[in-house]
């Protein structure tokens, strides 16, 4: 299984940027996807999860608002797009495949390799 991550950068404080991973080597279609962050020094935190077809989504309190998670199961990708960037938004995203139930617990199956967003005050 991989998941793939792109689209990070460097982006200035109140400004927009779409985050994708496209999975391959598992049945994406069946699996929840979810999005965490690592900011430097802090451990990692859940972010947001869409359901396997794509009906429910949850996110965490920090983010809510802001962010939003789609997926594209024709194409195996699963999306963020970040809105109202601040500095403590700054972090390397990854991407991760698992259920519903315990993917804000931290509890996946797969993890990415991250993407790096930087956000400039």
């Known amino acids: 299984v991989q998941l793939q991550a792109s689209g990070g950068g460097l982006v200035e404080a109140g400004g927009s940027l779409t985050i994708s991973c496209t999975a391959s080597?598992?049945?994406?279609?069946?699996?929840?996807m979810g999005w965490f962050r690592q900011a430097p020094g802090k451990e990692r935190e859940f972010i947001a999860t869409?359901?396997?077809?794509?009906?429910?989504?949850h996110y965490a309190d920090s983010v809510k608002g802001r962010f939003t998670i789609s997926r594209d199961n024709a194409h195996n990708t699963v999306s963020l797009e970040l809105n109202g960037l601040k500095p403590e938004d700054t972090a390397v995203y990854y991407c991760?495949?698992?259920?519903?139930?315990?993917?804000?617990?931290?509890?996946?199956?797969?993890w990415g390799q991250g993407t790096l967003v930087t956000v400039s005050s």
């Open positions: 080597g598992l049945t994406f279609s069946e699996n929840s």
């Open positions: 991760a495949a698992g259920a519903w139930r315990t993917m804000d617990l931290g509890k996946v199956d797969y």
């Open positions: 869409i359901s396997s077809g794509g009906t429910m989504r």
